[in-house]
């Protein structure tokens, strides 16, 4: 098969049947389903739980975005080998100078679009948002003085709000952009999550996401207490079975908080260039995994470095597409194959190499993957 007749395979189960195939043999067959794309690296919030432009954080990033013709180039190789889905991230995306020029590109191209936005801006960027299929917006406190206190002094709550009802319109007319807030929970804001939830609930959201915020040396006072984590864990198990009318991950939240091992392997990583010195609480795979999401996922960063397996976990940086095209490095890479077939052989998180792994995003959607793929294979070997 030509990779210019993988556009041409419109069966979304066809296309992910041969990226399962592609994990079995250990080669892609087809481009992965999605691809991350930081756009841009720079945001005008100071989110104080943020890696990069926290008040807390010293050394905060210089602004670094993708040039606009390589982007573009990128959206076409991504269509050409069959790619289902863009996903934008930044940084604040629409800081990205030729924002609504790429949300409409990935449109032209028949491609779902994804987008994370903050949503703090006023009301003349919603015609460009409405491109997107899915809109995630980060929203961690629901009162006036704690969402300055959280998302930084020059944010505004009701501005925010305004905002997704005037989408809630437009979603309701045309069926998008699906609108998904996230809360991220830390130490200052945790006591607000049940009347997030409300909140969200009220205004006929799609779909809310919870996650713990990512901790590191700098930021190290902002994660719970033992008594803080229990105060949590009764707010969750109170609400995950509310009859919400959005979709949502609570229970898993309380799973999570309920397993006992939150502060467990408190172990601090090195700063480096794919990475900062995140602490890792917790370890969500249990020791190890077989992790197939390479395949299925690909990200690339502001700089245009094409990581693997994750943009949480970057192991491999397979190329950059200021230097080469998007398509060659996902077809004709050994490095980028050698790394996704060792991860899918099984991580090991007491590892060095893969230590960050333990912080894991994906292992639903992994355990998913390898119950397929041990199934097929099993079914091949019967056959044979």
Request: hydrophobic share 35%.
């Amino acid at each position: 098969m030509t990779k210019s007749a993988m556009s041409r395979i419109t069966d979304p189960g066809i296309r992910d049947a041969l990226r399962l195939k592609s994990a079995v043999l250990g080669r892609p067959l087809i481009g992965p389903k999605s691809v991350n794309i930081h756009i841009i690296n720079s945001c005008n919030r100071q989110c104080e739980f943020c890696w990069y432009f926290s008040p807390l954080v010293k050394a905060q990033p210089k602004r670094m975005m993708l040039d606009y013709k390589v982007l573009k180039g990128v959206l076409e190789d991504c269509q050409e080998m069959g790619v289902d889905e863009i996903n934008f991230e930044g940084g604040e995306v629409t800081l990205y100078p030729f924002w609504v020029d790429a949300f409409r590109k990935v449109k032209e191209l028949g491609m779902r679009l994804v987008a994370y936005s903050h949503l703090d801006y006023g009301a003349d960027h919603l015609p460009g948002l409405c491109y997107a299929d899915r809109l995630t917006v980060n929203f961690s406190a629901v009162t006036q003085g704690s969402f300055k206190c959280v998302h930084g002094k020059k944010s505004s709550m009701n501005r925010v709000l305004n905002n997704i009802d005037r989408l809630r319109v437009i979603r309701d007319k045309r069926g998008k952009p699906k609108i998904v807030l996230s809360f991220v929970v830390y130490k200052h804001n945790y006591r607000e999550l049940g009347g997030f939830l409300d909140m969200a609930h009220e205004r006929g959201v799609d779909e809310i996401v919870v996650r713990f915020f990512k901790a590191t040396q700098e930021m190290r006072d902002l994660f719970f207490s033992k008594d803080e984590l229990g105060s949590l864990r009764q707010t969750v198990e109170t609400a995950w079975q509310r009859p919400f009318k959005f979709k949502h991950d609570l229970k898993k939240l309380y799973d999570l908080i309920s397993d006992g091992k939150m502060f467990n392997n408190v172990v601090p990583m090195p700063r480096s260039p794919l990475n900062n010195d995140r602490l890792l609480f917790y370890d969500s795979t249990g020791g190890s995994i077989n992790c197939h999401i390479g395949w299925f996922y690909s990200n690339i960063d502001e700089q245009g470095r094409v990581v693997v397996p994750c943009d949480n976990v970057g192991v491999c940086v397979a190329g950059n597409v200021n230097e080469r095209r998007l398509k060659d490095i996902w077809f004709d890479n050994d490095y980028l194959h050698d790394t996704l077939r060792e991860a899918g052989q099984g991580i090991h998180t007491g590892s060095p190499k893969w230590q960050e792994c333990r912080y894991c995003r994906n292992v639903l959607v992994n355990k998913m993957l390898d119950e397929k793929i041990r199934l097929g294979t099993h079914k091949q070997h019967r056959r044979a």
